[in-house]
């Protein structure tokens, strides 16, 4: 870790956003279940009644039993007083083992709702938010501990009134006896109270400050356990170089968690010990009372119970609220994630100001955040419908980044792409998106079932197997899937039960079918479709997309110029630029870059 952390605020000065996040917590906690809610509150303040209930009539029972001594007759009162705090006993159980009930049902419903919140979120920011590593900071944070914190805070309220209240009836007792007998039982839990707190904000400071490391500890996680990973980790022996870093980098957090944990535990302790004195100190005085007779040993064993009872209601209260302000810590970051704002604003358009006029691209340049190097530099480009264009060029060129910025990936910057005369800005995403059909190089590999990975290209039609069919014959992918053992329903992949693994070139006829699925597409975005093909079946994948798509705009990325040359324009790119643009035959007139290359790649097949 090369940074200092950064100081957990101080308790005190939580205590306005400990309140805020309280409410935060108990609005939550009642939108997933207002039933549960109430009866929790309910139970909670049942259960703050009856410790002093108990206590009370224990005083009256052990009467009881002393004056039945000397006379037999009053056995009755005995009996009785002990029916009743029998009774109280057995509600006090049946309340403790509601409550935990409720807590249970709670938990279980609060962590589904917070999760579905951070997942919902997450599909509302952009995706260079979504590339960020400060925002997955952000969102580990959130994921680790947030989905439980709310109904802990709530909970931990919900404690604070029941041992509040407990506490007011014990006090009612004590008073009895003497006004400083109250505060005795409050001043004994509060060394602890204060140590809880300093150390509450020592463990969250070490929490956050080390996001990093818990992410980076969970890819590791990944590496070595996925399946697509498992074929490199293996043939380069990579598995003992991973396992070392996952055990140095929890060594480094053990380390930290350890010594927190140890002067936290010998503080407790240690401030702990002011409270037993305290407790004892008040047994003391009530047993010397009872000697002097100013007591009877009934009411010697009830401020006994009493003074034991509410030391542990004070310290379960001061616990509690340290509990709070250590959840309130906590909540923090989910409702850091939460409150992230989305880049830009969205549009409303459905349809361009011009239908049919095609794409054009302005004077556009793009950064990635965080960077200042251009990824695109002044691109202009004009494509009509029925038209196609292939962009050619080295690795990181911004061939791939162009395509997404087209696709309404990326927000727009600088200059600007127009659809149909319309700014790409004042399109709605979802209306926008439909009009795109697009794999990329890095597509996705569903571990679904056949129809459901090609149905995905269009959430309206996802279970539509018709749609699957014709999708599938478009992307040259209809024949082998009808030799796969459940056909359209056949499980891929190996993750889930009777899964089957497909060839690379088969994979990606999947993903060129779910491209086909948006019917209504305009645009198609081909990003090295075919890598996995030979060059003779990415040359007849290509006719086949261009006849196909005689009234659409096809954009095609390749280092295959066998493929390439069949576009109608050829941009080739360099650092972010277009450096070259024209039809096969004009650039390798040209005699440029694209030219070069050209017959780099044929002198290798001649």
Same mark, same amino acid.
């Given at each position: #870790?090369?940074?200092?952390?950064?100081?957990?605020?101080?308790?005190?000065?939580?205590?306005?956003?400990?309140?805020?996040?309280?409410?935060?917590?108990?609005?939550?906690?009642?939108?997933? =279940?207002?039933? !549960?809610?109430?009866?929790?509150?309910?139970?909670?303040?049942?259960?703050?009644?009856?410790?002093?209930?108990?206590?009370?009539?224990?005083?009256?029972?052990?009467?009881?039993?002393?004056?039945?001594?000397?006379?037999?007759?009053?056995?009755?009162?005995?009996?009785?007083?002990?029916?009743? @705090?029998?009774?109280?006993?057995?509600?006090?159980?049946?309340?403790?083992?509601?409550?935990?009930?409720?807590?249970?049902?709670?938990?279980?419903?609060?962590?589904?709702?917070?999760?579905?919140?951070?997942?919902?979120?997450?599909?509302?920011?952009?995706?260079?938010?979504?590339?960020?590593?400060?925002?997955?900071?952000?969102?580990?944070?959130?994921?680790?501990?947030?989905?439980?914190?709310?109904?802990?805070?709530?909970?931990?309220?919900?404690?604070?009134?029941?041992?509040?209240?407990?506490?007011?009836?014990?006090?009612?007792?004590?008073?009895?006896?003497?006004? +400083?007998? %109250?505060?005795?039982?409050?001043?004994?839990?509060?060394?602890?109270?204060?140590?809880?707190?300093?150390?509450?904000?020592?463990?969250?400071?070490?929490?956050?400050?080390?996001?990093?490391?818990?992410?980076?500890?969970?890819?590791?996680?990944?590496?070595?356990?996925?399946?697509?990973?498992?074929?490199?980790?293996?043939?380069?022996? !990579?598995?003992?170089?991973?396992?070392?870093?996952?055990?140095?980098?929890?060594?480094?957090?053990?380390?930290?968690?350890?010594?927190?944990? %140890?002067?936290?535990? +010998? +503080?407790?302790?240690?401030?702990?010990?002011?409270?037993?004195?305290?407790?004892?100190?008040?047994?003391?005085?009530?047993?010397?009372?009872?000697?002097?007779?100013?007591? =009877?040993?009934?009411?010697?064993?009830?401020?006994?119970?009493?003074?034991?009872?509410?030391?542990?209601? %004070?310290?379960?209260?001061?616990?509690?609220?340290?509990?709070?302000?250590?959840?309130?810590?906590?909540?923090?970051?989910?409702?850091?994630?939460?409150?992230?704002?989305?880049?830009?604003?969205?549009?409303?358009?459905?349809?361009?100001?011009?239908?049919?006029?095609?794409? @054009?691209?302005?004077?556009?340049?793009?950064?990635?955040?965080?960077?200042?190097?251009?990824?695109?530099?002044?691109?202009?480009?004009?494509?009509?419908?029925?038209?196609?264009?292939?962009?050619?060029?080295?690795?990181?060129?911004?061939?791939?980044?162009?395509?997404?910025?087209?696709?309404?990936?990326? /927000?727009?910057? =600088?200059?600007?792409?127009?659809?149909?005369?319309?700014?790409?800005?004042?399109?709605?995403?979802?209306?926008?998106?439909?009009?795109?059909?697009?794999?990329?190089?890095?597509?996705?590999?569903?571990?679904?079932?056949?129809?459901?990975?090609?149905?995905?290209?269009?959430?309206?039609?996802?279970?539509?197997?018709?749609?699957?069919?014709?999708?599938?014959?478009?992307?040259?992918?209809?024949?082998?899937?009808?030799?796969?053992?459940?056909?359209?329903?056949?499980?891929?992949?190996?993750?889930?039960?009777?899964?089957?693994?497909?060839?690379?070139?088969?994979?990606?006829?999947?993903?060129?079918?779910?491209?086909? #699925?948006?019917?209504?597409?305009?645009?198609?975005?081909?990003?090295?479709?075919?890598?996995?093909?030979?060059?003779?079946?990415?040359?007849? %994948?290509?006719?086949?997309?261009?006849?196909?798509? /005689?009234?659409?705009? !096809?954009?095609?990325?390749?280092?295959?110029? =066998?493929?390439?040359?069949?576009?109608?324009?050829?941009?080739?790119?360099?650092?972010?630029?277009?450096?070259?643009?024209?039809?096969?035959?004009?650039?390798?007139?040209?005699?440029?870059?694209?030219?070069?290359?050209?017959?780099?790649?044929?002198?290798?097949?001649?």
């Amino acid at each position: #870790m090369n940074a200092t952390p950064e100081a957990a605020p101080g308790f005190f000065s939580q205590i306005r956003p400990l309140a805020t996040y309280g409410r935060r917590a108990m609005v939550l906690v009642w939108a997933t =279940s207002p039933m !549960l809610t109430i009866a929790l509150a309910a139970l909670t303040l049942l259960a703050g009644l009856l410790p002093a209930s108990i206590a009370y009539v224990s005083q009256w029972l052990v009467d009881s039993v002393v004056a039945a001594i000397d006379n037999q007759s009053l056995i009755q009162r005995v009996w009785f007083w002990l029916g009743i @705090e029998a009774l109280l006993v057995a509600a006090m159980a049946g309340t403790q083992t509601a409550l935990s009930i409720c807590n249970n049902l709670l938990r279980a419903q609060l962590g589904h709702r917070v999760n579905m919140m951070i997942l919902d979120k997450t599909q509302t920011l952009e995706l260079a938010q979504l590339e960020d590593a400060v925002f997955y900071d952000r969102l580990t944070r959130a994921r680790r501990e947030a989905s439980t914190r709310p109904l802990s805070l709530v909970q931990k309220t919900f404690g604070v009134i029941q041992n509040g209240i407990a506490i007011l009836g014990f006090s009612g007792l004590l008073f009895a006896f003497s006004p +400083w007998a %109250v505060l005795v039982l409050i001043l004994g839990g509060l060394p602890a109270f204060f140590v809880e707190a300093k150390f509450a904000g020592d463990a969250f400071r070490l929490f956050r400050w080390r996001s990093p490391e818990s992410r980076e500890m969970m890819y590791l996680e990944s590496v070595l356990a996925r399946e697509d990973y498992t074929k490199e980790v293996k043939l380069f022996a !990579l598995a003992p170089r991973l396992l070392q870093r996952y055990r140095d980098i929890f060594g480094r957090i053990f380390h930290e968690d350890r010594a927190l944990t %140890v002067r936290r535990g +010998w +503080w407790t302790f240690a401030l702990g010990l002011v409270g037993t004195l305290a407790l004892y100190g008040a047994y003391a005085w009530v047993v010397l009372a009872t000697v002097a007779k100013t007591l =009877s040993l009934g009411q010697m064993t009830m401020y006994m119970l009493v003074f034991k009872q509410g030391q542990s209601a %004070v310290s379960a209260s001061l616990t509690a609220i340290n509990g709070m302000y250590e959840d309130h810590l906590y909540l923090t970051s989910l409702y850091e994630f939460l409150e992230q704002p989305a880049l830009g604003a969205q549009g409303t358009l459905s349809q361009g100001e011009q239908p049919g006029n095609g794409l @054009e691209i302005k004077s556009l340049s793009f950064c990635y955040p965080g960077t200042d190097t251009l990824a695109l530099d002044n691109i202009n480009l004009r494509l009509r419908p029925g038209t196609s264009l292939a962009l050619v060029g080295e690795n990181g060129s911004g061939k791939t980044t162009l395509t997404k910025l087209i696709a309404g990936l990326y /927000r727009i910057e =600088s200059g600007d792409i127009l659809l149909d005369g319309s700014s790409l800005k004042d399109w709605d995403r979802q209306a926008l998106q439909a009009r795109i059909g697009v794999i990329f190089q890095d597509f996705a590999r569903y571990q679904w079932p056949v129809g459901e990975n090609i149905g995905a290209g269009d959430v309206s039609a996802f279970d539509d197997a018709t749609r699957w069919q014709a999708a599938a014959r478009k992307g040259l992918a209809d024949d082998f899937i009808q030799t796969l053992p459940q056909g359209y329903a056949t499980q891929l992949g190996r993750w889930f039960k009777d899964g089957r693994e497909l060839s690379g070139g088969q994979w990606q006829k999947i993903a060129l079918a779910r491209a086909f #699925m948006r019917e209504q597409a305009d645009i198609l975005i081909l990003d090295e479709p075919t890598a996995a093909m030979d060059a003779k079946a990415e040359a007849e %994948v290509f006719q086949h997309f261009q006849a196909m798509a /005689r009234h659409q705009i !096809l954009i095609l990325i390749s280092h295959r110029f =066998s493929t390439v040359r069949q576009a109608d324009q050829i941009a080739v790119m360099d650092q972010g630029r277009i450096i070259e643009l024209g039809s096969h035959a004009e650039l390798i007139r040209l005699g440029g870059q694209y030219a070069t290359l050209f017959e780099l790649q044929a002198r290798a097949y001649r």
